[in-house]
């Protein structure tokens, strides 16, 4: 019975060490992603609040690209995972922007092994968006509202810092809108 309670304390104490590293690496993360992020641009004054935000039938012009808000349709694009940018319209992702999400594009010539580095990091909540973008201005594109990085790599650790801060972030004009039940059928 000892020997089986001594395994118990052991096995308890292994979990206990992963959970408070964890925890501090994340209390990391968060510390980092509170300060100001090494080339974000900001675009429509702070957190974007000169963005148009109205729900059109017509067509959108954006500027920059791939977006990072603006006027865009009544319906968001579900969050997810798409290998096709043929299934996200910037009309429609926009509007996820606008809910809190976050929307990687990625140059479609990223080989595969950057682009599973992608998925990873985007994983990490319900409100993201990743989806190969022709003409990207970098290999790697981040967009929240008002906010985009670009970055060379799948591996640069301010892809995190990004996510982070702008997932649901103080730039979001409708914090806790859905991600989900609108278009698109991500992977």
């Not at 089986?4 to 308890?12: D, N, Y």
């Not at 109205?54 to 997810?80: K, M, R």
Request: hydrophobic residues 40%.
């Amino acid at each position: 019975m000892s020997l089986t309670a001594g395994a118990v304390a052991v096995v308890v104490g292994a979990v206990a060490t992963v959970i408070v590293v964890d925890q501090r690496k994340d209390a990391a993360v968060a510390a980092e992603a509170a300060k100001p992020i090494e080339g974000v641009q900001e675009f429509g004054g702070t957190y974007g609040k000169d963005l148009g935000r109205e729900h059109v039938t017509t067509p959108v012009t954006y500027d920059p690209l791939p977006p990072v808000g603006g006027n865009h349709d009544a319906v968001w694009q579900n969050c997810g995972v798409y290998t096709d940018q043929a299934q996200v319209a910037d009309r429609n992702a926009v509007h996820s922007l606008e809910h809190g999400a976050v929307w990687v594009t990625y140059d479609p010539s990223l080989p595969a092994d950057q682009v599973a580095t992608l998925r990873e990091a985007v994983s990490v909540s319900d409100y993201t968006l990743l989806s190969p973008y022709a003409g990207v201005p970098s290999p790697v594109v981040a967009s929240a509202w008002g906010e985009q990085l670009q970055l060379s790599s799948a591996d640069d650790p301010r892809l995190a810092l990004f996510l982070r801060k702008y997932v649901q972030g103080p730039q979001t004009p409708e914090p806790g809108a859905p991600c989900s039940g609108g278009v698109g059928t991500p992977a």
